[in-house]
């Protein structure tokens, strides 16, 4: 394992969940608009936190950033629409409703800079360095748990499975060479179209279930399409 890397991702993701901790903590959220106020905040140990993702992508000169195949950016395209388009048919199990706020601009970049935030340190430091040492299972599996366990303070108990199921498609695609910037770009339009899509209470379990169950199908068929095609290739 590129054991340097690796120690550099665990101080930045540290870093920012004892920043974000400091924040939730002294800034609670009991409107919409304190939400929108707070992600501004937010903004701050983001951008700080990408800026040491980038340094250390070139330093070690890891694996591909912009580049990738055109497989793979056919294959994010797909993906992307796809989980894209499960977010409207959330207003068929609960209430939802567009963000009404001045603040939409501020939100919207924040949600790029998760995107890039999240990607760059989960798919890419920890997805790298532990790919390099133990392989793709061991790196997707690794790199999927701590990203879901990231999103614990931020998201309900119940939408877990379906943050660690997104994260396992982002991994597949990562194993399948696609961008780190292309990964980015797909984390952060989907954030951006979340954010237009916003529950009114909770969401229900039956949707929860029928995204699960969605994701999983994804994710099964993503992996052994993929496989049989590198099969068929190696032939």
């Known amino acids: 394992m590129k054991n340097k890397v690796f120690l550099m991702a665990c101080t930045i993701l540290l870093f920012y969940v004892v920043a974000r901790d400091l924040i939730y903590t002294y800034y609670p959220v009991e409107t919409h608009s304190d939400w929108a106020f707070r992600d501004i905040i937010m903004m701050i140990p983001r951008l700080l936190c990408l800026v040491c993702l980038v340094f250390v992508q070139k330093w070690k000169k890891l694996e591909s950033v912009v580049n990738g195949s055109i497989v793979g950016k056919k294959y994010t395209l797909y993906i992307g629409i796809f989980l894209i388009s499960l977010i409207p048919l959330r207003a068929l199990f609960v209430e939802t409703q567009r963000l009404q706020s001045d603040l939409l601009f501020w939100i919207i970049w924040g ?29 997707i599996l690794f790199s999927t748990f701590l990203f879901m366990i990231f999103h614990i303070q931020v998201v309900p108990a119940n939408e877990l499975p379906t943050i ?72």
């Open 111 to 139: 949600s790029f800079l998760v995107g890039f935030f999240e990607e760059g340190l989960f798919r890419g430091l920890f997805f790298d360095s532990m790919k390099t040492q133990k392989g793709s299972f061991i790196a």
């Open 164 to 235: 660690f199921l997104i994260g396992i498609i982002f991994a597949l695609l990562r194993d399948k060479n696609v961008s780190l910037f292309m990964l980015s770009l797909l984390h952060a339009v989907y954030d951006s179209f979340i954010i237009f899509w916003l529950p009114v209470s909770s969401l229900t379990s039956a949707w929860i279930m029928i995204e699960i169950f969605c994701l999983t199908i994804l994710a099964l068929v993503f992996f052994f399409w993929t496989r049989n095609n590198h099969l068929h290739n190696r032939n």
